[in-house]
């Protein structure tokens, strides 16, 4: 499964840069919001979506550049609105991964202790995302860039896909299991946050499309991920039916719970079955010994509707 709906923006440092159109989505939402309410200024707005992007620029080559003197092969990155969709290149052990991953608030982590003293002794502490504004006026362009580092490192602190921290989780879960079992906690993972996001959407209605935003993106991506997993575990062809998708814990686990209840379903017919026999051997002595006039409309309306079940399936046609 791939992310559709990209631009490819060039291969500068030949690794093909590919756009995709959340990150659009999520820019024209930040400059469309100032336009239809009078919450921030479109300058502020224009200068935190400039920022954005710089930022997941940054973080993005970070990544590249560690992975490439890692030995690992990269070709392609999708730009999303916090960052790379995808993971950058396919670790050979869990140590890999988790270094690749921790690149990017690295990088965040630096620029914020870079400008933080500018900003702190300027008061002007702000938030793009999680929108609150510095004590000191509108911030500068300094202090945006900086605002932006800030809530990039933040969010990529949720232990979800597409988020660092999920790929941090699902490392450190593989270093003491499998693959498999890794994703699958990391997809439930993906999935308690995508429900926190929606239900602090439903109560912080202040930048309640954040929330929303980030939580879909949440969800959507453990789900990717999870179909992604299985494609690569099985080759290209399951997805067209011509193999079966390798089955992990959650998969297991619903595989035995139908099993369960074809089971149920099996015991069921089987008792229904007995009971139905037994009424009919009952009936069937009281024809003999009582003849066919005593049976009540009911019986005789049994005996004829599991008479046309007997010759139905006795019938070979």
């Given at each position: 499964?791939?992310?559709?709906?990209?631009?490819?923006?060039?291969?500068?440092?030949?690794?093909?840069?590919?756009?995709?159109?959340?990150?659009?989505?999520?820019?024209?939402?930040?400059?469309?919001?100032p336009?239809?309410?009078?919450e921030?200024?479109?300058?502020?707005?224009?200068?935190?979506v400039?920022?954005?992007?710089?930022?997941?620029?940054?973080?993005?080559?970070?990544?590249?550049?560690?992975?490439?003197?890692?030995?690992?092969?990269?070709?392609?990155?999708?730009?999303?609105?916090?960052?790379?969709?995808?993971?950058?290149?396919?670790a050979?052990?869990?140590?890999?991964?988790?270094?690749?991953?921790?690149?990017?608030?690295?990088?965040h982590?630096?620029?914020?202790?870079?400008?933080?003293?500018?900003?702190?002794a300027?008061h002007?502490?702000?938030?793009?995302?999680?929108?609150?504004?510095s004590?000191?006026?509108?911030?500068?362009?300094?202090?945006i860039?900086?605002?932006?580092?800030?809530?990039l490192?933040?969010?990529?602190?949720?232990?979800?896909?597409?988020?660092?921290?999920?790929?941090?989780?699902?490392?450190?879960?593989?270093?003491?299991?499998?693959?498999?079992?890794?994703?699958?906690?990391?997809?439930?993972?993906?999935?308690?946050?995508?429900?926190?996001?929606?239900?602090?959407?439903?109560?912080?209605?202040?930048?309640?499309?954040?929330?929303?935003?980030?939580?879909?993106?949440?969800?959507?991506s453990?789900?990717?991920?999870?179909?992604?997993?299985?494609?690569?575990?099985?080759?290209?062809?399951?997805?067209?039916?011509?193999?079966?998708?390798?089955?992990?814990?959650?998969?297991?686990?619903?595989?035995?719970?139908?099993?369960?209840?074809?089971?149920?379903?099996r015991?069921?017919?089987a008792?229904?079955?007995?009971?139905?026999?037994?009424?009919?051997?009952?009936?069937?002595?009281?024809?003999?010994?009582?003849?066919?006039?005593a049976?009540?409309?009911?019986?005789?309306?049994?005996?004829?509707?599991?008479?046309?079940?007997?010759?139905?399936?006795?019938?070979?046609?």
């Open positions: 499964m791939h992310w559709r709906g990209t631009v490819s923006l060039g291969s500068p440092i030949g690794i093909e840069v590919r756009l995709h159109w959340l990150l659009l989505l999520f820019g024209a939402g930040a400059l469309l919001g336009l239809v309410s009078d921030g200024s479109f300058y502020w707005a224009a200068a935190g400039l920022s954005l992007f710089i930022a997941v620029v940054l973080r993005e080559w970070a990544h590249c550049s560690l992975a490439r003197r890692l030995g690992l092969e990269v070709d392609e990155v999708i730009l999303g609105p916090f960052g790379s969709l995808d993971e950058v290149a396919s050979r052990v869990p140590i890999e991964q988790r270094l690749i991953a921790l690149a990017g608030p690295a990088v982590l630096i620029v914020i202790i870079l400008l933080g003293a500018y900003v702190v300027t002007q502490v702000n938030s793009f995302l999680f929108r609150f504004d004590a000191g006026g509108p911030p500068d362009v300094i202090a860039f900086w605002g932006v580092h800030l809530d490192f933040l969010l990529h602190l949720l232990p979800s896909y597409p988020f660092d921290g999920g790929r941090v989780l699902h490392s450190l879960i593989w270093d003491r299991s499998d693959e498999d079992v890794a994703l699958s906690k990391v997809v439930l993972s993906s999935r308690f946050c995508a429900v926190g996001c929606l239900i602090a959407w439903l109560f912080l209605t202040h930048h309640s499309g954040e929330l929303l935003f980030i939580g879909i993106l949440c969800f959507v453990g789900e990717m991920e999870r179909r992604r997993f299985e494609a690569r575990a099985n080759g290209p062809d399951w997805l067209a039916g011509e193999r079966e998708p390798t089955v992990g814990p959650m998969g297991r686990w619903w595989r035995h719970r139908n099993e369960v209840k074809e089971a149920q379903g015991e069921s017919a008792r229904e079955r007995i009971a139905e026999e037994a009424t009919l051997d009952a009936l069937l002595e009281k024809v003999h010994t009582e003849g066919l006039e049976l009540s409309r009911s019986e005789r309306k049994f005996l004829s509707r599991v008479g046309k079940k007997y010759r139905n399936r006795d019938d070979p046609s």
